[in-house]
């Protein structure tokens, strides 16, 4: 009798595995337990983010401290990270030079809605280091993505956003459709949303020259708004030609082309921007930039600002829908400073390219000798295995991370995604390779 199969494993021994290592996880952390059970009732659904019911295991760890890349519980367990709050703190847990510049902000003020010195460095530090953009900073990518989606209405007179088919760009409204049936349409499971969103936005699928040359064609095209590497549905490598055409194309049809690098960042210095000469006219990335204090930044190039210059001086005035009141606080200055003049280095992406290497490799071994259906991608720091097919497997994927955690090592909630930091160890990583192999063994053998 055929098998039943869930990401290519036996569905026994995945549950078998599951079942055991949720057992161990609940039995080793009594401490988080008892605290969670006496407060966590003050949360809508017991958790401050809904995000975190991602998580697979029976219940959140309560983390102590975390620094470099480990993290310690408050039931005392030292944790390799992996995951580093989803890119947040991809430069590692409160990196020195960051914790330097918050300690010396601290007592100076929080938020004036003025300028500092440090304002002026760290333009100069955006421009070096990600190229001549005329920048904007806001407090999440969300946010930037929102108002470069904003500016290139503005200038191009057009509603539309052309996004590709299960991007994610934060939590902005107007971008999030999806096809279906070759179709655009609202999301599934949007809550809340009363809007027609396809009045605003076009899906296609990322790879598909054709699709978006059609979508261009209609003229109702402002923007196209991509990462150069789909990371949020698994990941999806950009074929050779790709960003070309998305090039040629938005010219040819007089749409702007934005390009979040909010995970790409991981690419290297610069992002993968810098480091596949891309030429975006909108340059979005937030999450690590300033070390994990919240803050993104957008820029436009040259041509771009000029043109939004003209737009902004013919509008009526008011409000324009774009900025929040905390942003381009002091704090953020001192961080982004640190962080894109001493954290963002060369020498510090070495490390994490050398070691993400070591870890895909050691990964993509694991899975041979073990024939898995699965395969591993690699974009910079960012690694993940992926099932066959790309689909997630939300049952095969919380055993694993669970029995990972049970051995060490956390990896991202949402799909099988792990991040290098500037402060991760090779004997981190080596653990993290030894425990898959275990939970592989145990899987296939
Ligand atoms: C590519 C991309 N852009 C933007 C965002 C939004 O970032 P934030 O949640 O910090 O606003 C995300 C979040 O995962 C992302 O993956």
């Given at each position: 009798?055929?098998?039943?199969l869930?990401?290519g494993?036996?569905?026994?021994?995945?549950?078998?595995?599951?079942q055991r290592?949720a057992?161990?996880?609940?039995?080793?952390?009594?401490?988080?337990?008892?605290?969670?059970?006496k407060g966590?009732?003050?949360?809508l659904?017991g958790v401050?983010?809904?995000?975190m019911?991602?998580?697979?295991?029976?219940?959140?760890p309560?983390?102590a401290?975390?620094?470099?890349?480990?993290?310690t519980?408050?039931?005392?367990?030292?944790?390799?990270?992996?995951?580093?709050?989803?890119?947040?703190?991809?430069?590692?847990?409160?990196?020195?030079?960051?914790?330097k510049?918050?300690?010396a902000?601290a007592?100076?003020?929080?938020t004036?809605?003025?300028?500092?010195e440090?304002?002026?460095?760290a333009g100069?530090?955006?421009?070096?280091?990600?190229?001549p953009?005329?920048?904007?900073?806001?407090t999440?990518?969300?946010?930037?993505?929102r108002?470069?989606?904003?500016?290139?209405r503005?200038?191009?007179?057009r509603?539309?956003?052309?996004?590709?088919?299960?991007?994610?760009?934060?939590?902005?409204?107007?971008?999030m459709?999806?096809?279906s049936?070759?179709?655009?349409?609202?999301?599934?499971?949007?809550?809340?949303?009363?809007a027609d969103?396809?009045l605003?936005?076009?899906?296609?699928?990322f790879?598909?020259l054709t699709?978006v040359e059609?979508?261009?064609?209609?003229?109702?095209?402002?923007a196209?708004?991509?990462?150069?590497?789909?990371?949020?549905s698994?990941?999806?490598l950009p074929?050779?030609?790709f960003h070309?055409g998305?090039?040629?194309?938005?010219?040819?049809?007089?749409?702007?082309?934005?390009?979040?690098?909010?995970?790409?960042?991981?690419?290297?210095l610069?992002?993968?921007t810098a480091?596949h000469?891309l030429?975006?006219?909108?340059?979005?990335?937030?999450?690590?930039?300033?070390?994990?204090?919240?803050?993104?930044v957008?820029?436009?190039?040259?041509e771009t600002a000029?043109?939004?210059?003209?737009?902004?001086?013919?509008r009526?005035?008011g409000?324009?829908?774009?900025g929040?009141t905390?942003s381009?606080?002091?704090?953020q200055?001192?961080?982004?400073?640190?962080t894109?003049?001493?954290?963002?280095?060369?020498?510090?992406?070495?490390h994490m390219?050398?070691l993400?290497e070591?870890?895909?490799?050691g990964?993509a071994?694991?899975?041979?000798r073990?024939k898995?259906?699965?395969?591993?991608?690699?974009v910079g720091?960012?690694?993940?295995?992926?099932?066959a097919?790309h689909a997630?497997?939300?049952q095969?994927e919380?055993?694993?991370?669970?029995?990972?955690l049970?051995?060490g090592?956390?990896?991202?909630?949402?799909?099988?995604?792990?991040?290098?930091?500037?402060?991760?160890?090779k004997?981190?990583v080596d653990?993290?390779?030894?425990?898959?192999n275990?939970v592989l063994?145990?899987?296939?053998s």
């Amino acid at each position: 009798m055929a098998q039943d199969l869930i990401a290519g494993i036996a569905k026994d021994r995945l549950e078998k595995l599951a079942q055991r290592e949720a057992k161990r996880y609940a039995t080793a952390r009594p401490t988080a337990k008892a605290a969670l059970a006496k407060g966590a009732d003050a949360y809508l659904g017991g958790v401050p983010l809904h995000w975190m019911t991602d998580w697979p295991m029976p219940h959140l760890p309560l983390v102590a401290r975390a620094k470099g890349a480990r993290l310690t519980d408050i039931d005392g367990y030292e944790i390799d990270d992996f995951c580093l709050g989803d890119t947040g703190s991809m430069f590692g847990h409160s990196p020195a030079p960051v914790a330097k510049a918050i300690r010396a902000q601290a007592p100076r003020g929080l938020t004036y809605m003025l300028p500092t010195e440090d304002a002026l460095a760290a333009g100069r530090l955006l421009q070096e280091v990600f190229g001549p953009f005329r920048w904007q900073i806001a407090t999440t990518a969300t946010d930037a993505n929102r108002f470069a989606i904003r500016v290139a209405r503005a200038i191009t007179g057009r509603p539309k956003i052309l996004v590709f088919n299960g991007c994610y760009h934060g939590t902005v409204d107007d971008v999030m459709v999806e096809l279906s049936g070759g179709k655009t349409q609202n999301r599934q499971g949007l809550m809340g949303q009363v809007a027609d969103l396809t009045l605003g936005a076009t899906a296609v699928e990322f790879n598909d020259l054709t699709a978006v040359e059609a979508a261009l064609k209609t003229g109702e095209i402002a923007a196209i708004l991509t990462e150069p590497v789909m990371t949020n549905s698994c990941m999806v490598l950009p074929d050779a030609g790709f960003h070309d055409g998305l090039r040629l194309l938005s010219r040819r049809y007089g749409a702007l082309l934005i390009i979040d690098e909010t995970h790409t960042i991981s690419s290297g210095l610069g992002g993968y921007t810098a480091v596949h000469s891309l030429s975006p006219d909108i340059f979005v990335v937030g999450k690590c930039v300033a070390g994990g204090l919240p803050t993104a930044v957008w820029g436009l190039s040259d041509e771009t600002a000029k043109r939004y210059e003209e737009a902004n001086a013919k509008r009526a005035p008011g409000h324009s829908g774009m900025g929040t009141t905390l942003s381009a606080n002091p704090l953020q200055f001192a961080c982004l400073k640190a962080t894109l003049g001493e954290v963002m280095t060369a020498k510090n992406y070495a490390h994490m390219e050398k070691l993400a290497e070591r870890l895909s490799h050691g990964l993509a071994e694991v899975i041979a000798r073990h024939k898995a259906p699965w395969h591993v991608v690699r974009v910079g720091a960012r690694v993940e295995f992926t099932e066959a097919g790309h689909a997630h497997q939300p049952q095969a994927e919380a055993a694993l991370h669970t029995a990972l955690l049970n051995r060490g090592s956390l990896i991202a909630p949402f799909h099988n995604m792990m991040l290098v930091s500037p402060a991760t160890k090779k004997r981190q990583v080596d653990r993290l390779i030894t425990a898959f192999n275990d939970v592989l063994t145990e899987l296939f053998s």
